[in-house]
């Protein structure tokens, strides 16, 4: 079945500083991979989404680019703020796949003000 | 719009004793699901439904109950609780198969 490891587990940067976050998927076949932001006390939030017909997406200062050869996708942040402190989940699916979501086991980013 | 209520927040319960959390969305989702967080690891799907009165097993269904009478609802029961189910629960609808998420709060469960 689809596996997918997410790095680094927690990751630390000055503000104004670039954060980047790296998954890699198992099953050839996925074919969505969608970016999840947890704030503390929360549930996750969709923040990107990206689908293997495309290397690169991006949404002001977060982008997200994949790799289907090699089989990873990484998120970028740019110009990090206090306010994107939170954890950070990616995952993979069959765009087709309904439920069968396999989650990273998360990241969580700190931002130093 | 309130989306996604999970009820309640937090619980603590003995082994051996049932309860039910509860979640409901104002959405008018077809689908919704139950996941469940553990330290270092991805959200797991214990069960989900595709519409009222269709529910379908996920990942991790051993030792939990669901039902989905109403759009709106959809409980998740846990028979007779074990330590191993002490997590973080969390319901998610969605309005297509396969499409964006929306997530509850949470509910945090211990059990002892």
């Known amino acids: 079945g689809e596996n997918v490891e997410q790095h680094p587990s927690t990751l630390s940067v000055q503000e104004g500083d670039s954060a980047v976050i790296k998954c890699t998927y198992s099953d050839s076949a996925s074919n969505y991979f969608p970016w999840y932001k947890q704030e503390l006390g929360k549930g996750p939030q969709l923040i990107i989404d990206i689908r293997s017909n495309v290397g690169e997406k991006k949404d002001q200062r977060i982008a997200v680019t994949l790799n289907k050869t090699a089989k990873h996708f990484s998120l970028h942040i740019t110009e990090t703020q206090p306010e994107d402190s939170a954890v950070y989940f990616c995952a993979a699916r069959l765009d087709t796949g309904g439920f069968k979501t396999i989650f990273g086991a998360g990241t969580r980013l700190f931002v130093k003000a | 719009n309130a989306g996604v209520t999970q009820t309640p927040k937090f619980q603590v319960l003995k082994t051996g004793q049932s309860m039910t959390l509860q979640c409901a969305q104002d959405?008018?989702?077809?689908?919704m699901s139950w996941y469940r967080q553990d330290p270092g690891m991805g959200l797991r799907l214990i069960h989900y439904s595709v519409g009222a009165g269709i529910t379908d097993q996920g990942e991790v269904p051993n030792g939990y109950n669901v039902s989905r009478s109403t759009t709106e609802d959809f409980p998740l029961r846990l028979l007779s609780a074990a330590p191993s189910q002490t997590s973080v629960y969390f319901c998610?609808?969605?309005?297509?198969?396969?499409?964006?998420?929306?997530f509850g709060p949470g509910t945090r469960l211990t059990v002892t």
């Open positions: 998610a609808s969605s309005r297509e198969l396969g499409g964006e998420q929306y």
């Open positions: 959405m008018n989702h077809e689908y």
